[in-house]
């Protein structure tokens, strides 16, 4: 009988469950329906008769591909993403399917800088703002691939979309959008319109709900920063999507309760001068600014 096989079989009996970082790798990808029992034990007879470890095995009979020793390997370094082709979240979320992409790894330089600058734990910050002056810059973009690698990270992240003037959260995690944060802030709903990205342990996203007639007024309201310091009990990092800062007080309205905001600009996109003026209407509203960042795409 094979040994792999046994042991998949033993995750689905009653009791708990062993974590992946204790599970072999031809036990995860057999789970994962990415390895066959019958290909399992070619692979360990091939290993114990040369001496290789088994991914390095399996990659030499070509039943696997490099693609699934990664996965199997996040899986034990509990380093979660999602298999290319995999259809859970947008492609656009690219940090949930491309960890070793240049754009990624760029994206954890800039969690570093933010867990050193802003939520660190002697601060006891919890939530930031992405804050830019127009629309088609990236905020959304950004907000989105920060929240993954920070619960990459191991951080319990919560996704808010603050935008309810062009929401984008929900289509970019493929979320229903009729109730939201729109319905939380008038007291039509409570915090189980927050969703669980279950693919991407530790993320959960607060979509922007049912577009409302006075968002300005809604995100005024006393109710949302009720809403933060409840979840700032549960939550290490909160990640807001606010709207474009030239055309509405939202985002600045955002960016004052959250304490912190993120400045983004695009490369031949972004106006010097309008980056300016947000960044003075942020600090006169005592808003730090955290720094700031370039879209280049």
Do not use: C
Not at 185 to 205: D, M, Q
Not at 216 to 234: K, N, V
Request: glycine fraction near 8%; charged fraction near 20%.
């Amino acid at each position: 009988m094979n040994p792999l096989a046994t042991e998949a079989q033993n995750m689905n009996a009653p009791g708990k469950p062993v974590p992946d970082r204790d599970r072999s790798i031809g036990t995860i990808l057999i789970d994962a329906g990415r390895l066959s029992p019958e290909h399992a034990e070619r692979v360990l007879k091939v290993a114990r008769e040369s001496g290789l470890r088994f991914g390095d095995a399996a990659l030499q009979l070509g039943v696997i591909k490099q693609d699934d020793i990664d996965f199997a390997l996040a899986r034990q370094f509990d380093y979660t993403y999602l298999p290319l082709g995999d259809k859970s979240v947008s492609a656009e979320v690219v940090a949930a399917y491309s960890p070793g992409a240049p754009v990624v790894e760029a994206l954890r330089a800039l969690r570093t800088q933010l867990m050193l600058r802003w939520f660190d734990a002697d601060t006891k910050h919890k939530t930031l703002a992405i804050v830019s002056p127009a629309r088609g810059e990236g905020r959304s973009w950004l907000a989105a691939n920060l929240a993954v690698v920070f619960s990459q990270l191991g951080e319990r992240t919560l996704l808010i979309d603050a935008d309810m003037r062009n929401p984008r959260q929900h289509e970019l995690f493929k979320l229903d959008n009729r109730v939201g944060l729109s319905a939380m802030l008038s007291g039509r709903a409570g915090t189980e319109v927050v969703r669980r990205i279950t693919p991407l342990l530790g993320l959960s996203v607060l979509p922007a709900g049912a577009l409302p007639p006075n968002p300005s007024e809604l995100l005024a309201r006393p109710a949302f920063g009720q809403a933060l310091d409840a979840f700032s009990a549960s939550y290490d990092v909160i990640i807001i999507d606010t709207p474009d800062a030239r055309h509405s007080a939202d985002a600045q309205t955002l960016a004052s309760r959250a304490g912190g905001a993120l400045l983004l600009a695009r490369q031949n996109v972004s106006v010097l001068e309008h980056l300016r003026s947000t960044a003075e209407s942020l600090a006169s509203a005592g808003v730090t600014i955290v720094g700031s960042t370039l879209n280049e795409n």
